[in-house]
């Protein structure tokens, strides 16, 4: 039994590490300068000073503040975007009886299965031909994430039963004003769930907006890093503030996420 | 439950207004007198040191200028994507790029570059600069540096083995082995950094014996070329003498010289601010020819990596845009002096060789490498690097590097490479 | 009943906007790039070659290559995946305070929500050969201090493996741990009582009952292994050779970095959708006839 208990949480512990190890990292190397990274001296040469001239030098970094606007704007509303058209249909899958729905649901499903590498050319030539290459309307488009989110609102039927339906019914409401009203209100949690990942999975696109954008007034942070990536002489440690602070929305969106739903994984799998 | 419903339809009513304003066009629009010229790393300030320098010479002009400073990849992989659109409003004025886009530029996209052969004589430059931005006799860019093939080295390690700077003077690879072992027994270094993968190397020897992976007209090289066996040979022998400090790619490039892991190094000459910023080495590095290959009078201790021509795109300012390239580029004295000294970007125009002012560098000791440099330019190999290179060259560097791990013989790898360059250079 | 028509077709609106975007963005380029894969030729000369660039494709050394790497991949990501992935949600579930539960299903699912782009540049910053894990390696005497951790095939491969574990492993141990919440816990406390070892429990009570999840997190993983761009683009750029060289590294460079072939670069990206579907289905068929073997 005892050794049981040490062998789980010993095994906990060093998953810990693991996992954490990464990120306590690159926060050292937050405090740290380029030729203290560089020149494998990362212990000897932290201080907070170096701190606030890195986290200085990023925020002056123009293109840095630029595509972290951007990233914010889109995935908002990428995100929201996603909830709207999702929880829609959602709603829809809720109340028609049909067979076919099924066979609807299993198209939105399928979509998930469909690798973005092979999306990526004919994505690009389409928005080519229409003229619409780096505009805001195609990222936003890029990055919604409707299959996932519709999915989740139909594996989480259950919290909508149909004898609400019934009762609104009997009441005279339209099915518009059900779905408005009601069942958005019951599923306000899957609303959250579905924000919270539809915001983290836009703000981490990277395949198909660093083809659809070319101008750089209107790179994301994804984009800007990639960009990052090749050139010659970099300062790592302003590098390395730039990641972290480039982390941080999605870290705070998920936070508040896992405030309003702790401990819940459950609704994954109904 | 109202509450709710606001929020929802404040959310749908945002959607609808981004929507609207997403099909908006997002670029500004370009006033007429705009010029924007795109450019990476040390070029980058080339284009910038341009722009001063034009404005200090005619204060009155009303054209604005906007340099764009890229990571290579990204400008190369956003100028693609822009020429595929066939629209040049998402291209630039004036961009630098490599010797060898060149040809893929002007095959696929020729209607879309600004012609220049009426704005400057090419007769000035060098021939193997002057044979790469030309297509049926038409000139297409400018050309601008070279990357001259040189060999730095480490002159306190190799006064460690007991030998002199003119010792490293012309080698052929024999020779250099040779050296190499004694400076290992000497010091322990090892003699030179090599990655296999990224045919660095392999590159500069090609064109140091005067070949390349395809022909001039497009058709693969590599059966029953004896110089390109020969390079291959050499290659394999510095690592089967054990002298080479091996890396998997560019970026331990710069490990490797800041602490010191190698004697030598072959590249082009744009290695030379690289090495310059690590202050504390000053002095200790010199820079002398790339060591030749033996078998054939045909092979030569110089070499070309890497060089680049400014591009003009054909856009309402391409006639203002082609003679400030001309005049800053290809014809001023300042701005050739400011990088030939500050980033040892030597000119490739033999006038502006001949005006250079030289400042003294104790970074190289008493070597005025500026001067060697132009002196190498004059006996680099033309080379026609046509289509494809950089294709072939990370399907062959992988291929060199089985070859040197021992996977395959040395014919069996020709084979290899035979194969590739039929599928990627006969789609021609 | 005309009445009832018209309400069937209104609900059907509700579906509206959720088809007609998965239709235009995936569906429509779907077989857009079917179309396009039939045209060869580069930059704008292009030419129809019918299924030439499927032809051409099974001759074609790096694609072949690549293939056998997303295996290679797939054999050591995966297994290390379940296997990490089951014993976290095992322990978490087991774990008794709350407060701790919350704190470590956080810290195990950071990793997950981090961009790649970010975490891969940075990865490639500490891993080449002067880095900070190479200093530890050097120092642990895994690693020679003649080479750098990118430098040997094993190595290199290992590497992208390490990350991708640790950048998935938190969201798949998330999706177990609901699973073994929904098993019947009074099973799982008798043989506890009866003094079973941890790995008994697990071989005889746990894996079988969350058997589908855990086909379900092979599938997941395995689509996500074949679509492997953004980690070895940005760290081994193919790796030393092509041992950590991926089909969609493949495709981007085909269509965007040298001479763009968007025929044949389609043609791969086709490719690698059908051999997903294959990968689940033989993942899918194999748990069936095993299941049904027991």
């Known amino acids: 039994m005892k050794n049981r208990r040490l062998f789980q949480r010993g095994f906990l512990a060093f998953s810990s590490v693991f996992f954490a190890f990464p990120y306590l990292l690159m926060l050292l190397c937050c405090l740290s300068t380029d030729a203290g990274i560089k020149g494998n001296m990362l212990f000897g040469s932290l201080s907070t000073e170096h701190f606030f001239s890195n986290l200085s030098n990023t925020f002056q970094n123009s293109q840095f503040i630029c595509a972290f606007f951007n990233s914010c704007l889109v995935s908002s509303i990428a995100s929201a975007a996603t909830l709207l058209v999702s929880s829609l249909a959602g709603f829809g899958f809720s109340v028609i009886r049909a067979s076919w729905s099924k066979l609807l649901l299993a198209v939105i499903v399928f979509s998930l299965f469909i690798p973005e590498v092979t999306l990526v050319i004919p994505t690009f030539q389409l928005a080519k031909n229409m003229k619409l290459l780096s505009k805001y309307i195609t990222l936003i488009l890029a990055s919604l994430s409707i299959p996932f989110s519709t999915f989740l609102f139909c594996q989480n039927r259950s919290r909508f039963p149909s004898d609400l339906i019934e009762s609104a019914k009997i009441d005279g409401a339209s099915d518009f004003c059900i779905y408005l009203r009601i069942y958005l209100g019951t599923m306000r949690r899957v609303c959250v769930i579905s924000l919270t990942i539809s915001f983290l999975s836009a703000w981490n696109a990277m395949l198909m907006p660093v083809i659809l954008v070319q101008t750089q007034e209107m790179f994301t942070i994804s984009i800007y890093l990639n960009s990052v990536s090749s050139i010659w002489s970099d300062d790592y440690a302003i590098l390395m503030t730039s990641l972290s602070l480039s982390t941080i929305p999605v870290l705070l969106v998920f936070f508040l996420f896992q405030k309003r739903n702790p401990s819940d994984p459950g609704f994954l799998l109904n | ?428 | 009943m005309w009445k009832n028509r018209i309400h069937c077709r209104w609900k059907l609106l509700f579906l509206l906007p959720a088809m007609l975007t998965i239709v235009a963005t995936v569906y429509v380029p779907l077989v857009y790039a079917f179309y396009l894969s039939l045209f060869g030729g580069r930059g704008r000369k292009i030419e129809y070659v019918g299924l030439g660039n499927y032809t051409k494709l099974m001759s074609d050394d790096m694609f072949l290559s690549s293939l056998v790497n997303s295996f290679i991949f797939t054999a050591i990501i995966v297994p290390c995946i379940l296997l990490l992935g089951c014993l976290l949600a095992y322990c978490l579930w087991n774990l008794k305070s709350s407060a701790a539960k919350r704190f470590l299903s956080i810290l195990y699912f950071m990793p997950s929500v981090t961009s790649p782009v970010a975490y891969s540049l940075f990865f490639k910053q500490i891993t080449y050969s002067d880095g900070i894990v190479s200093g530890i390696l050097k120092a642990l005497h895994v690693l020679s201090d003649e080479s750098s951790l990118l430098n040997s095939v094993a190595g290199a491969r290992i590497l992208i493996s390490a990350i991708c574990v640790w950048s998935w492993t938190g969201f798949y141990a998330l999706i177990l741990r609901a699973a073994i919440d929904n098993i019947n816990e009074s099973a799982i406390e008798a043989a506890e009582m009866d003094g079973a070892s941890t790995s008994k429990i697990f071989r005889k009570i746990i894996l079988p009952n969350i058997s589908p999840v855990l086909v379900m997190v092979c599938i997941l993983s395995s689509c996500s292994i074949f679509q492997l761009y953004t980690e070895v683009a940005l760290i081994t750029k193919g790796g030393p050779g092509i041992s950590t060289y991926t089909m969609a590294l493949y495709l981007y460079r085909k269509a965007f970095v040298y001479v763009s072939e968007f025929g044949y670069a389609s043609a791969i990206g086709i490719a690698v959708f059908v051999l997903l579907i294959l990968v689940c289905l033989v993942i899918i068929i194999q748990k069936k006839v095993y299941g049904n073997e027991k």
């Open chain 2, 1 to 428: 439950m109202i509450k709710t419903s606001l929020h929802q339809w404040a959310v749908v009513v945002i959607c609808a207004v981004v929507a609207l304003f997403g099909m908006l066009p997002t670029s500004i629009a370009s006033e007429t007198k705009d010029i924007t010229i795109w450019a990476y790393d040390n070029w980058a300030k080339a284009a910038e040191k341009a722009v001063e320098i034009y404005q200090n010479n005619h204060p009155g002009s009303d054209y604005i200028f906007h340099v764009v400073t890229m990571g290579q990849d990204d400008m190369v992989q956003k100028v693609k994507v822009a020429l595929s659109t066939g629209a040049t409003d998402a291209l630039p004025d004036i961009f630098y790029d490599e010797d060898y886009n060149y040809a893929e530029y002007i095959l696929y996209y020729g209607d879309m570059f600004h012609e220049l052969t009426p704005y400057f004589d090419l007769t000035k430059y060098y021939p193997f600069k002057a044979v790469n931005v030309t297509t049926d006799g038409a000139v297409y860019a400018i050309p601008y540096d070279a990357g001259t093939g040189v060999m730095f080295y480490r002159t306190d390690l190799i006064q460690a083995a007991g030998l002199t700077d003119e010792d490293m003077d012309n080698l052929t690879w024999e020779q250099f082995i040779k050296i190499g072992k004694k400076v290992k027994q000497a010091t322990g270094v090892d003699m030179i950094i090599m990655c296999p993968g990224g045919d660095m190397e392999g590159r500069i020897l090609y064109q140091s014996a005067g070949t390349w992976f395809f022909d001039e007209n497009g058709r693969e090289n590599i059966k029953d070329n004896q110089a390109f066996r020969d390079a291959l040979a050499a290659m394999n022998s510095l690592y089967q003498a054990g002298i080479v400090w091996d890396v998997p790619g560019w970026d331990d490039y710069f490990a490797a010289i800041a602490n010191g892991k190698a004697v030598a190094l072959v590249g082009g000459s744009w290695w030379a601010p690289i090495i310059t910023s690590y202050q504390e080495q000053s002095g200790l590095w010199r820079i002398t020819q790339v060591p030749r290959l033996t078998g054939s009078d045909a092979y030569t201790n110089y070499s070309n990596l890497s060089g680049g021509n400014w591009f003009v795109i054909e856009k309402e300012n391409s006639e203002f845009a082609s003679q400030f390239v001309v005049e800053m580029f290809a014809n001023n004295q300042e701005l050739a002096d400011f990088m030939a000294n500050e980033y040892y970007i030597v000119p490739t125009n033999r006038d502006l060789v001949a005006g250079l002012t030289v400042m003294p560098h104790p970074f190289w000791g008493s070597q005025d490498i500026i001067t060697t440099l132009c002196r190498y330019n004059e006996s680099v190999p033309s080379v026609v690097y046509g289509l494809n290179a950089y294709e072939m060259t990370y399907t062959v560097g992988p291929l060199v590097r089985e070859y040197i791990n021992g996977k395959y013989t040395l014919d069996e790898v020709l084979v290899k490479i035979y194969e590739a360059a039929v599928m990627i250079g006969g789609n021609f």
